[in-house]
């Protein structure tokens, strides 16, 4: 059963400093990855979608980037700001997982506070 | 006005009751997702829809049911709700492309916080 774990689960860090998010999964058959920022009371908005036969994707500010044979992802974001603030999760689509299609498979995220 | 509408966006009721949960999309895609996120186990999938006539069981379909409406609307209920079933409740959707995976991201409400007391 595949299994996707984000460490740390908290992290704070003062404005302006680079960071690194981490993302792991346990079985490497997937479809792409996705991370994902949650804001306090809202829903969630897709930052990145890396598909399996690529090794990295950058949007603005962020980088993601994927290991599928170590099951490893990490989200970039450079010069961080207090506007970063939020809860940031990676999801995988699994392949032939238990026959459904589009299945995203969450992790618990990583609760970011960007310091003034 | 939000691509994708959930109502209610609070709701507090008691053991036992029928609740319906509602989404709404202006965004026109084929497929609809219902996610519960809990503290601790991120978000977990319910049922997922590909077309008005394709309804899937996905992770944690026991207690649940749905019903889409129309391309646009896909609901979720809790016919006698219990209190683990306290979450917070998100309707996603996404573009059918023609195959069986898509490489499009889901795009989600601002969800529904469900209390059962």
């Known amino acids: 059963k595949q299994e996707v774990t984000q460490i740390p689960a908290a992290l704070s860090v003062p404005e302006g400093e680079n960071l690194v998010l981490n993302c792991s999964f346990t079985?490497?058959?997937?479809?792409?990855l996705q991370w994902f920022r949650q804001d306090p009371g809202k829903g969630l908005t897709s930052l990145l979608l890396i598909q399996s036969s690529q090794r990295e994707q950058t949007s603005g500010r962020l980088n993601a980037s994927l290991d599928k044979s170590s099951g490893r992802s990490t989200l970039y974001i450079a010069a961080s700001q207090p506007g970063d603030s939020a809860t940031y999760l990676c999801?995988?689509?699994?392949?032939?997982?238990?026959?459904?299609?589009?299945?995203?498979?969450f992790g618990t995220g990583t609760l970011l506070a960007v310091q003034p | 006005d939000a691509d994708v509408t959930q109502t209610p966006r609070n709701r507090i009721t008691k053991t036992g009751k029928r609740i319906m949960l509602e989404c709404s999309q202006t965004?026109?895609?084929?497929?609809m997702y219902w996610y519960r996120q809990d503290p601790g186990l991120g978000l977990r999938l319910i049922y997922y829809s590909f077309d008005v006539k394709d309804i899937n069981k996905g992770e944690i379909s026991d207690g649940y049911s749905v019903s889409r409406q129309a391309q646009a609307k896909f609901s979720l209920s809790l016919e006698s709700a219990i209190p683990n079933q306290t979450a917070l409740y998100f309707c996603?959707?996404?573009?059918?492309?023609?195959?069986?995976?898509?490489?499009?991201?889901?795009?989600f409400g601002d969800g529904t916080r469900l209390s059962i007391l």
């Open positions: 079985d490497s058959a997937i479809y792409n």
């Open positions: 996603a959707t996404s573009p059918g492309t023609g195959g069986w995976i898509s490489n499009q991201p889901q795009h």
């Open positions: 999801a995988v689509t699994q392949l032939n997982y238990g026959g459904a299609t589009n299945k995203l498979i």
């Open positions: 965004k026109g895609h084929d497929r």
